[in-house]
């Protein structure tokens, strides 16, 4: 049996826009986290293809570490629940419509808004979130309402409503935990001021928002 393995680095937390981030080298089995080797202060752009960079060994950051274990293993149960709500709204309406165009539909949005809470900038992510939460709870209100209301509900689509249930419950606690990730990307201005001090920058004053171009 082959099993992939190897080092590759996450938990990409307090990044200071333009400048740096902080991130822990792990030991992944199928680029699932297992074990933590070091944190590193990484200067961002100076990341290659070979997992080489430029930058700091710091000690393990725990913020990172954890951060680097709840995005992998958190947004691996994300897809896998996702798939199972999807697949069930699609078997509730089957019986009633059309059940591809309806798995196609909802895997649509529901992976457009999944994409955008892990991969949009946080203020945007934000409202992706609340947007998945309502649409699937939504989703499963209809669902639960047709299947209700017919005259003699199939068997399958009782079942699925089951399975429905289970998948939007775990899908957004699953969700919702990654979101919270999600606010540990940006540095506050206290530990931006660490970071920088550590690789010799100075900021400029006054002091202002956290972006590129304010550094020396």
Not at 11 to 31: E, L, N
Not at 80 to 103: E, N, P, R
């Amino acid at each position: 049996m082959f099993i992939y393995f190897g080092e590759r680095m996450c938990g990409k937390v307090d990044r200071v826009p333009g400048v740096c981030h902080v991130a822990t080298r792990f030991i992944h089995i199928y680029f699932l986290p297992v074990a933590p080797v070091r944190s590193y202060l990484v200067i961002e752009g100076s990341e290659q293809k070979d997992g080489r960079f430029n930058g700091l060994k710091l000690p393990y950051r725990w913020k990172s570490v954890l951060v680097g274990y709840a995005r992998a293993w958190v947004g691996m149960l994300v897809l896998l629940f996702g798939i199972l709500l999807a697949t069930s709204l699609g078997k509730v309406f089957a019986a009633w419509g059309d059940a591809g165009v309806i798995d196609a539909a909802a895997g649509a949005v529901l992976l457009g808004l999944t994409a955008a809470v892990f991969f949009a900038p946080v203020r945007w992510a934000v409202f992706a979130q609340l947007a998945f939460h309502i649409v699937t709870v939504a989703a499963w209100a209809v669902a639960d309402a047709t299947v209700h209301d017919a005259q003699a509900p199939a068997r399958a689509a009782k079942e699925a409503l089951d399975g429905l249930a289970i998948g939007t419950l775990l899908t957004n606690l699953c969700l919702a935990v990654y979101g919270l990730t999600r606010f540990a990307d940006t540095a506050g201005e206290a530990r931006a001021r660490d970071l920088l001090a550590r690789l010799g920058i100075e900021r400029e004053e006054p002091a202002g928002p956290w972006d590129e171009g304010e550094y020396r």
